[in-house]
């Protein structure tokens, strides 16, 4: 029974990820919803109390799987610089592949101010971008920079810009080339003199086919 219930759950999350995706968060409906996932909206009541909670629920998964990606590229050794090049280039894939990730941020974006907030995937993605960065910085492996949120600022607008190039339609080979680009200017800016070329601008298999379907 509790697999049977965790399934249905499931399948919610995906169908609300796909409708709020299609439709904007203010414009799909809890039964539209249901009836994407193939349910009726009692069994998505017996769920979710309200969009909010079903909004909330798309943006903790695609988190999950954000910090799954972040784990899997410590535990693989990857270091910190590298993962955050292979960040950027998980997100292109996943904005065009997993309707999850592409849902979280149009969620966030159209629900700023919103009372109470729902859960914010942008912030989520900044965390984790602290913390790479942090753990860059403690190896040495950034220059010294006068400002200190230098480096936070550089990444926070590189992955905004990733989303808004995402939401054009540009196709994701385009994307990619651009995000390989994007990292030979912003690793001159980054690293210090000499060490750019320890790091692979391109993306790799560790970066595309593992964004997580619920």
């Not at 651009?178 to 993306?203: K, N, Q």
Request: aromatic share 8%; with cysteine; proline share 4%.
């Amino acid at each position: 029974m509790q697999a049977r219930s965790e399934r249905t759950r499931r399948r919610l999350v995906r169908a609300g990820a796909q409708m709020f995706n299609r439709s904007g968060y203010a414009s799909a409906t809890l039964g539209q919803i249901a009836a994407a996932a193939g349910l009726t909206k009692g069994a998505l009541y017996f769920h979710f109390a309200s969009k909010d909670g079903l909004a909330d629920a798309v943006q903790e998964q695609a988190h999950t799987v954000l910090r799954d990606f972040v784990r899997r590229q410590w535990a693989a050794g990857v270091p910190p610089v590298q993962a955050l090049i292979d960040m950027t280039h998980w997100l292109a894939w996943a904005l065009h592949e997993d309707p999850v990730i592409r849902a979280s941020f149009r969620i966030t974006n159209e629900c700023v101010g919103r009372q109470p907030p729902v859960t914010d995937f942008h912030q989520a993605w900044i965390v984790e971008v602290l913390r790479l960065i942090d753990r860059a910085r403690e190896a040495g492996a950034l220059r010294e920079h006068t400002s200190a949120d230098g480096p936070e600022t550089l990444l926070s607008a590189a992955v905004c810009g990733i989303g808004v190039l995402s939401g054009t339609g540009m196709p994701y080979p385009e994307l990619r080339r651009r995000v390989g680009a994007l990292w030979d200017s912003l690793l001159t800016a980054l690293v210090p003199a000499g060490h750019t070329g320890r790091y692979d601008v391109r993306a790799s298999a560790l970066t595309t086919g593992f964004a997580g379907a619920v």
